[in-house]
């Protein structure tokens, strides 16, 4: 009798790395269902629209579907009240699906244990003392803390996304966890490229861009988009695009001078298209694993990035890219002035991109399973 995969996720409302790794787990594993606590088809990647995909009772509920962190109070219950009827689970977690219960294995892709519990202030940024974020999360943290030890203890196996992760299961739930770095995802490598209507006029009459540096993230407080778009305050000559959503989106647009540019919403051949004609990635938050350095890697384009956390393992110094220092403006800037008189070799960066490639990632990730149910 065939064995039977499912894979869990925290949620599916947004269009980011770790949403690209469960796509990936998902062609690793092409039978599996996918268990979340909300999907929202219009805010995440189309390819899920193939899957079947099972969320929680919460996912009735619009308001929580456009932001999971308004439900925070209800997500450690419904979590622990999931059931999935697999023989092996594969849950990519980084707060709650770890908690989702089975009769079967259960094998824990921790891309960080959570970081409202563990890391508050990379969650809550520059807040006042009296936030009502701040306040919830006061109130919930001793609990919630320990809920979500316990259910770090249910797993058969747990796999960190990095060395940085894989010291902090060590320190927080006390396991000892192997790691398995994400791939890049083929859909952002390979296929046909899109020119950004939104940049139509920036850069020339005909709207092209070529030669921007790039930064793709999140627009949360933690990830110093901030930081970068200041940096480029004082280089006028030099452009920046800035791809991603989040809570920060609307400050950033009212600080962002005339060479710089927020775009959000993009599709897969737009994303290949700004990779593609930019002159390097820069990358200054503290990551826990560098996914958009090998993302610009399969198009032979370098990264500049904080000598910190995941770029350690993503970035291989003078030959995908260079380090910068701290977060400030200052070390930003002058990692762009710096980079000007460089030059990039695109297929040895490419190269270095290749050992962190999806079959690669795929074939150890089905050894793995192999191995738990034989142990």
């Known amino acids: 009798m065939p064995v039977r995969v499912a894979i869990a996720h925290d949620y599916l409302t947004q269009r980011g790395g770790a949403e690209r ?20 088809p219009e805010q995440t990647y189309p390819e899920y629209r193939d899957r079947t995909v099972r969320p929680s009772v919460l996912n009735r509920i619009g308001v929580f579907r456009r932001d999971p962190r308004l439900a925070m109070p209800l997500l450690a219950p419904v979590a622990s009240r999931m059931r999935i009827d ?3 689970v594969i849950a990519s977690s980084s707060g709650w699906a ?35 974020k701040r306040l ?13 030890r316990r259910a770090a203890l249910q797993a058969q196996r747990y796999v960190g996304n990095s060395t940085v992760v894989r010291e902090r299961i060590r320190r927080i739930y006390g ?68 791809i991603g959503r989040g809570p920060e989106g609307e400050r950033l647009r009212g600080i962002a001078p005339t060479n710089v540019r927020l775009v959000e919403g993009l599709s897969d051949a737009q994303m290949r298209w700004a990779y593609a004609h930019s002159r390097a990635l820069i990358a200054a938050s503290h990551e826990d694993f560098g ?32 380090f910068f220092e701290t977060t400030s403006a200052t070390s930003i800037r002058e990692a762009v002035m710096a980079d000007a008189d460089t030059t990039w070799d695109p297929d040895r960066i490419r190269g270095h991109a290749q050992r962190f490639s999806e079959e690669r990632f795929i074939a150890t990730l089905r050894d793995l399973v192999e191995e738990v149910l034989s142990s």
Request: proline residues 8%; glycine residues 10%.
């Open 86 to 88: 697999a023989d092996v």
């Open 21 to 40: 790794l469960v796509l990936s787990i998902c062609r690793a594993f092409p039978d599996a269902e996918v268990h979340t606590l909300f999907y929202e």
């Open 291 to 322: 996914l958009t350095p090998l993302e610009a890697g399969a198009h032979g384009v370098p990264t500049l990035a904080l000598r910190a956390g995941g770029y350690l393992d993503t970035v291989a110094d003078g030959i995908s890219g260079a």
């Open 175 to 242: 396991i000892e966890a192997p790691t398995l770095f994400p791939p890049f995802s083929p859909d952002v490598a390979e296929g046909t490229q899109e020119p950004i209507d939104q940049l139509q006029g920036w850069a020339g009459t005909d709207g092209s861009v070529g030669g921007h540096y790039l930064v793709v993230s999140r627009l949360q407080p933690y990830k110093h988009v901030d930081r970068v778009i200041e940096a480029f305050r004082d280089l006028p000559g030099q452009r920046l695009l800035v």
């Open 98 to 132: 770890h908690a989702f219960r089975t009769r079967g294995t259960k094998i824990v892709f921790c891309h960080s244990p959570a970081r409202w519990l563990y890391l508050p202030e990379d969650y809550l940024g520059e807040t006042g003392r009296f936030d009502p």
């Open 136 to 148: 919830l999360l006061a109130a919930l943290a001793p609990a919630l803390k320990r809920w979500d």
